[in-house]
Every structure is written in C-alpha cells, then in structure tokens.
C-alpha cells in the first residue's frame, strides 16, 4: 500500500512538473512542436522575375532566411526546399522546371510538415500593379483559412488592400497534400513595392507579419 502511495506521489509529481514545462515551452515558443516547411521559389538558372539584375529568386530566398529564423525563435522546427542559389531539378533532364516542382512537391508531401509556404514575388508588364497577395489551392480544406489570415495581416500591416485568391492550376501547389499557401510578397515590377523588397528591415517585416499570422493559424485552430 506504501508503495502504490509512494507511485501515486511521483506519478503526480511527474505530471505537474511536464505540465509546468509545457505551459512555460507554449508561452514562450509558441511554435512548439509545429514543423514548417519554407519554400523560396525558383534559384539557380531560374532567376524568377527580375528586374536589371535584381532577381527575384534573391529577394525570396532572403525572407526566406529571416522566416525561418524568426520560426526557430517561437519553438517551430523548419526546414527549407532549397537554402542557397540552385534549383532542385534533377540532372540532364529534359523539362527542368517540372522537375524542380516536382521535387519541391515530394520534399514537402514526404515531409511531417504541418504547414508549409512558398514565397515568391509578382510581376506584370504594368507597373502600376503592387502590394502582397497570397494565393491558394483548395484541395486542402484549410488553405482558404490561412490564406484569409495570412492576407488579413498583410493588409493591415503592409497597407495593400488585395485579396487572398483561390487558384486551383499551379502545377506544384495543387499536388501538395500538406496546408499551405503561396505568399506573393509584392510586385518586383513595381518601383515602390522592388524599393521596400530589397531592404533588409522590409523583409524583416514580412517575416515577423507571417510569423505571426502562422501562431494566429495554430491558436485559432
Ligand atoms: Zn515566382
């Protein structure tokens, strides 16, 4: 009987202390077992869009680091499609950009992800487009939710007033089985919007403004 008190004693020990630990873990990284995939578009041969010679492979891969960054301080455990200047095509093939989608795909549909984002910049021939868009597949249920709450963020915080839009024929995102979303940061072809993307604190920005949209995700779940 002594022993079964003893048991019962530390048993309860046990779990207030994993509760306290769990509590202080959440309060402070909130992203806390959560694991996130980050995708910067295109690298290497593939520059994206660009503009002289700023390209938008560069800008992305750049928020990129500062995301993951940000991520790994609130507890999130991250991994990334691609962390330098190359595209993830297989060798000697003979539609590289398929290929280098398609791997991005496996990497992320083979992952344990619970979310991933892929960060790329908009282009078009007007320069009088601008601001951030994000852009989503609805095979999986929750994309239209994180899109709304990631463009909700970016309207509030970087003053575009677009909307998030559901777009069911990009080739990579609509093989994706894990939540997600396309952020299209801003227009490279845009004077303005190419200005703020290429400065440093503007991508900082952007970071912390999805960083914080993903703990909104995982809370208002
Ligand atoms: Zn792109």
Known sequence: ?????????FSFFF???????VS???VKEPLYQKTIFLDA????PDSGALYKNIYEKDINLSIVKKLEKQLKEKGATVFLTRDGDYDLSVPY????????????GNMINRSDCDLYLSIHLNADTSTTYHGAQVFYDSSVKENKKIAELIQADLKQQ???????KEKNDMYLFHRLK?????VEVGYISNPNDRYLLMQETYQEKVAKILTNSIISYFYEK
């Open 1 to 9: 009987m002594k022993k079964y008190k003893l048991y019962s004693f």
């Open 15 to 21: 779990l207030i202390c994993l509760f306290t630990f």
């Open 24 to 26: 202080a873990k959440t």
């Open 41 to 44: 578009g295109h690298g290497g």
């Open 93 to 104: 093939t003979i539609n590289r950009k398929r290929s280098d989608l398609s791997r991005r």
């Open 158 to 164: 970087l003053y575009t007033t677009r909307e998030a």
């Open 178 to 182: 894990k939540p997600g979303v396309l």
